[in-house]
């Protein structure tokens, strides 16, 4: 046994020590794997569906979602790679990349199973059979971009939340990612689109997430084994660490991709529990963040996430869980659509009784928009932003940070509350002595004060089997109508 001289045992204590503190530090630094299950959320259904929904999420009510990316190139629809060629697919690619416009060795029957006919033949019209879908990257270039002037834009359409694909089904990654070449630092534009636009957003006070695929892929043929999930994992890991978003959100809620049972793969097989524990673990405040619920199944077959996701639609009543539907501008695409006309795109008004139904049934509403590849947005997208925004401006009282109130319906009335305060929003213009909201055990008799927003003159009304108002003779906005309703008491 060799001895240690007595001079040397304080360097040995000293080289140990520093090695124990440079591991720790590096581990802390990492913020990897190895503290997926270190701080308040455990990979556990029971103690993620134990997270809070974070008060701003509540109040905020409005978002904008945005789809870009190289789709924007030929400019036709988010799943264009999957229209316009034979072998990529919601799940089980059949060969490739590449991904062209041509049949190559697939059979008849194949081939015309697995292509939409109006795009395939776009294709080959515009850019010809034999460019492939990644020949697109070098075309998105987003040269005149400026984030700054989106975010303005966004904070002037009244949303207090962004939502920004960072990485759709196509895989390429909007920020200059260390798990695949094909990312916009790169490729394409050479720049970090989803640093900048988080920046310019946060300057102007609104809150930021992102989207991410989850449970599929047009582009990548190692989906869905284990080998992209875990490229997958470490992709979403990159955006919580390089970011801290508020908001991630996953897609879709149950994957294409099936066992050999016919089942879908659960949220066990993306390692979702683990993925969502990290994003809330490794978030600066981990309560003040908030994930979707399009992770997967659980063995029972639920869904588990901070908020229900339905799309392109509303609810039929009240739900006492928060939730959020998306819906686009454009009702063909969600991505940028150069065929469609400006009068085809969601009107303001539409856009608005839509946010009204979504925010007295207890959900908030993220609009979508579809940038063009040189990094502008549409002028029809953003007038109908500009025009949701200035409803907001005289009307948002009755929408920021409200409650569902239930109370006997009316058609084209909606209600939200907020305190002793009742809002009862006409998408109509009222006619003289209509009633906004019936009678229900009494409580109309408790009507202390009615008013208009945005309007000074008074309001006449009355309670007679019900609160009946009389309009005044100018609207204060084009859209929507909120009458604001001060009760001496208010039964819950």
């Known amino acids: 046994m060799k001895m240690i001289p007595r001079s040397a045992k304080p360097t040995c204590r000293i080289v140990v020590l520093l090695a124990v503190v440079l591991f720790a530090t590096a581990v802390v630094a990492h913020g990897g794997d190895e503290n997926d299950d270190q701080g308040p959320y455990q990979p556990t259904w029971e103690s993620l569906d134990s997270h809070p929904i974070p008060q701003w999420y509540d109040e905020a009510k409005f978002g904008i ?5 190289a789709y924007a190139v030929p400019a036709y629809h988010e799943w264009y790679v999957t229209f316009m060629s034979p072998k990529a697919r919601f799940a089980d690619n059949l060969g490739g990349p590449p991904y062209t416009a041509t049949q190559g060795d697939l059979p008849d029957n194949v081939f015309k199973a697995n292509i939409r006919q109006h795009a395939y033949e776009y294709q080959r019209k515009h850019w010809g059979k034999d460019l492939a879908y990644d020949d697109f990257i070098p075309m998105f ?14 904070k002037k359409s009244g949303a207090k939340y962004v939502v920004l694909t960072a990485k759709h089904g196509e895989e390429f990654a909007l920020w200059p990612s260390k798990f695949t070449p094909r990312n916009a630092g790169d490729m394409g534009p050479h720049r970090d689109l989803v640093g900048d636009l988080t920046k310019a957003v946060r300057a102007e006070g609104m809150k930021m997430g992102y989207y991410h695929n989850t449970t599929y892929s047009f582009w990548d043929e190692r989906y869905p084994n284990k080998e992209w999930v875990e490229y997958m994992n470490n992709s979403i890991k990159e955006l919580v660490d390089r970011y801290q978003p508020s908001i991630l959100w996953g897609d879709v809620r149950t994957g294409p991709a099936r066992t050999s049972e ?13 993925v969502l524990a990290y994003f809330y673990n490794n978030s600066p405040d981990p309560d003040q963040v908030v994930a979707n619920d399009r992770w997967g199944v659980d063995e029972k077959g639920n869904h588990h996430g901070d908020y229900y996701t339905p799309e392109r639609e509303g609810i039929d009543s009240i739900r006492q869980e928060k939730w959020e539907t998306c819906d686009s501008l454009d009702p063909t695409s969600w991505g940028y659509n150069r065929r469609l006309k400006d009068e085809q795109y969601m009107s303001a008004n539409k856009a608005i009784d839509y946010l009204v139904d979504i925010v007295s049934k207890n959900g908030n509403l993220l609009l979508n928009i579809g940038p063009k590849a040189d990094g502008t947005i549409p002028q029809v997208m953003q007038d109908r932003l500009l025009e949701i925004g200035k409803w907001l401006d005289v009307n948002g009282e009755a929408i920021y940070g409200t409650k569902a109130y239930r109370w006997p319906h009316v058609d084209n009335v909606r209600i939200t509350r907020k305190g002793n305060v009742l809002y009862a929003i006409c998408l109509d213009w009222p006619k003289d002595e209509q009633v906004l909201m019936p009678a229900r055990h009494g409580d109309t008799g ?32 084009r859209h929507a109508f909120a009458f604001k309703i001060v009760m001496k008491s208010i039964a819950k």
């Open 65 to 69: 979602f945005i789809h870009w990316g």
């Open 141 to 154: 270039k987003a040269e005149k971009f400026q984030p700054a002037e989106w975010a303005k834009l966004f």
């Open 262 to 274: 016919g089942k879908p793969y659960g949220a066990d097989h993306w390692n979702s529990k683990e």
């Open 446 to 477: 408790g009507i202390a004060e009615v008013s208009l927003l945005g309007s000074d003159e008074e309001i006449e009304w009355s309670v007679d089997g019900g609160l009946k108002v009389t309009p005044p003779e100018v609207k204060p906005c």
